[in-house]
Antibody, heavy 118, light 109 residues
Framework: QLQLQESGPGLVKPSETLSLTCTVSGGSLSGGSYYWGWIRQPPGKGLEWLGSIDYSGTTYYNPSLKSPVSISVDTSKSQFSLKLSSVTAADTAVYYC??????????WGRGTLVTVSS | EIVLTQSPGTLSLSPGERATLSCRASQSVSGSYLAWYQQKPGQAPRLLIYGASSRATGIPDRFSGSGSGTDFTLTISRLEPEDFAVYYCQQFGGSPRFTFGPGTKVDIK
């Protein structure tokens, strides 16, 4: 069974870049029909999809995001990563990585809280 | 953008009762690409239903999904104590590729 684990700084200063990594175990990043996605949830609020990537690097991003987003993949490390630039307090959220089966997310990481504050 | 609206915002029920949750889309969801998730405090969302009506692996059969087009329903036939949580619907296929509804909280009456 797939397991996903987010890692990265819990505190980021305004205008800086938020960087998170998701490590996948129990399966291959390049196997199956999977994309790999990032979803976030501000405290007490709902879920927002940020973007997804497949093993070859094909990406899909949410065009509604105010902060520029970039997702990359490193199959040799079984990792995919998120970068969110020029962050503001509105980017404070729990960030989840998840396996994107094309039209739904079936396995999720536990999530990591990132606070944007000086 | 396909906007999902969930109702009610909060559903107060007792264990053993039937829960009916609604998810309405601002435009038709192609291919019935509609999923439901359960989220408990401090936990990640858990996939319950995909393709509007298919149960995910390990999900009890008291959970069922139905609907097509713009109107979808999640039904919990008999609420167990562990079912009190927030439920989100999610669509695939519009732009953005995925959007989620605002959630329905099922709490104990």
């Amino acid at each position: 069974q797939l397991q996903l684990q987010e890692s990265g700084p819990g505190l980021v200063k305004p205008s800086e870049t938020l960087s998170l990594t998701c490590t996948v175990s129990g399966g291959s990043l390049s196997g199956g029909s999977y994309y790999w996605g990032w979803i976030r949830q501000p405290p007490g609020k709902g879920l927002e999809w940020l973007g997804s990537i497949d093993y070859s690097g094909t990406t899909y991003y949410n065009p509604s995001l105010k902060s520029p987003v970039s997702i990359s993949v490193d199959t040799s490390k079984s990792q995919f990563s998120l970068k969110l630039s020029s962050v503001t307090a509105a980017d404070t959220a729990v960030y989840y990585c998840a396996s994107d089966y094309g039209d739904f997310f079936d396995y999720w990481g536990r999530g990591t809280l990132v606070t944007v504050s000086s | 953008e396909i906007v999902l609206t969930q109702s009610p915002g909060t559903l107060s029920l007792s264990p053993g009762e039937r829960a009916t949750l609604s998810c309405r889309a601002s435009q038709s969801v192609s291919g019935s690409y509609l999923a439901w998730y359960q989220q408990k405090p401090g936990q990640a969302p858990r996939l319950l239903i995909y393709g509007a009506s298919s149960r995910a692996t390990g999900i009890p059969d008291r959970f069922s999904g139905s609907g097509s087009g713009t109107d979808f329903t999640l039904t919990i036939s008999r609420l167990e104590p562990e079912d009190f949580a927030v439920y989100y619907c999610q669509q695939f296929g519009g732009s953005p590729r995925f959007t989620f509804g605002p959630g329905t909280k099922v709490d104990i009456k």
